[in-house]
T-cell receptor, first 118, second 115 residues
Framework: AQKVTQAQTEISVVEKEDVTLDCVYE???????LFWYKQPPSGELVFLIR??????QNEISGRYSWNFQKSTSSFNFTITASQVVDSAVYFC???????????????FGKGTKLSVKP | EPEVTQTPSHQVTQMGQEVILRCVPI?????FYWYRQILGQKVEFLVS????????KSEIFDDQFSVERPDGSNFTLKIRSTKLEDSAMYFC?????????????FGEGSRLTVL
């Protein structure tokens, strides 16, 4: 069963628009960790954020913000005032320590390709 | 800033050939991983490695795959007899500690093309 769902395959916005990337997860664990990674056109995976299941505080880092809602099993990512350099594929990922992920193996969603046009 | 390095960045091989992908994890890290990303698809876990042995592996990681850490620095992924469907980007990652919350540091990937 798919554990991490990123329903938006591709999003295209114009520079300076705000954009939200959705992530819905499914887990049997009460302790779990959620991550967002960015994959720019060059191909590497860049860590953006980690959130544990006991911390539902939203987080803001510059133009990036994350909204974690356990009630809806969602961990959405918003970019404010998007820039061309934000163009990338963004992956949401889940780590379930008690179910085959004891060492932090990540289960990735299929990714959302964000294109920011000037 | 310490980083995970992978070689080669791109390898083209004929079906049935053996391929070795190399990774140098961050020096004080203890946990090592290989992930695979078929073009345009999601990143998939292959195997994790700790204390010179495989800790966990996915169903993708069949008998054609093997990993080792031959010299205490390199961490290699070997594919014994490549198939067309092995064409993908292979990412190495490392992590400092055991906790599942720890950040995985990924390399830039090795693109494997099997003809």
């Amino acid at each position: 069963a798919q554990k991490v769902t990123q329903a938006q395959t591709e999003i295209s916005v114009v520079e300076k628009e705000d954009v939200t990337l959705d992530c819905v997860y499914e887990t049997r664990d009460t302790t779990y960790y959620l991550f967002w990674y960015k994959q720019p056109p060059s191909g590497e995976l860049v860590f953006l954020i980690r959130r544990n299941s006991f911390d539902e505080q939203n987080e803001i880092s510059g133009r990036y913000s994350w909204n974690f809602q356990k009630s809806t099993s969602s961990f959405n990512f918003t970019i404010t005032a998007s820039q061309v350099v934000d163009s990338a594929v963004y992956f949401c990922a889940l780590s379930e320590p008690n179910y085959g992920g004891s060492q932090g193996n990540l289960i990735f969603g299929k990714g959302t390709k964000l294109s920011v046009k000037p | 800033e310490p980083e995970v390095t992978q070689t080669p960045s791109h390898q083209v091989t004929q079906m049935g050939q053996e391929v070795i992908l190399r990774c140098v994890p961050i020096s004080n890290h203890l946990y090592f991983y290989w992930y695979r990303q078929i073009l345009g698809q999601k990143v998939e876990f292959l195997v994790s490695f700790y204390n010179n042995e495989i800790s966990e592996k996915s169903e993708i990681f069949d008998d054609q795959f093997s990993v080792e850490r031959p010299d205490g620095s390199n961490f290699t992924l070997k594919i014994r007899s490549t198939k067309l469907e092995d064409s993908a980007m292979y990412f190495c990652a490392s992590k400092a500690g055991r906790t599942p919350s720890g950040e995985l540091f990924f390399g830039e990937g090795s693109r494997l093309t099997v003809l």
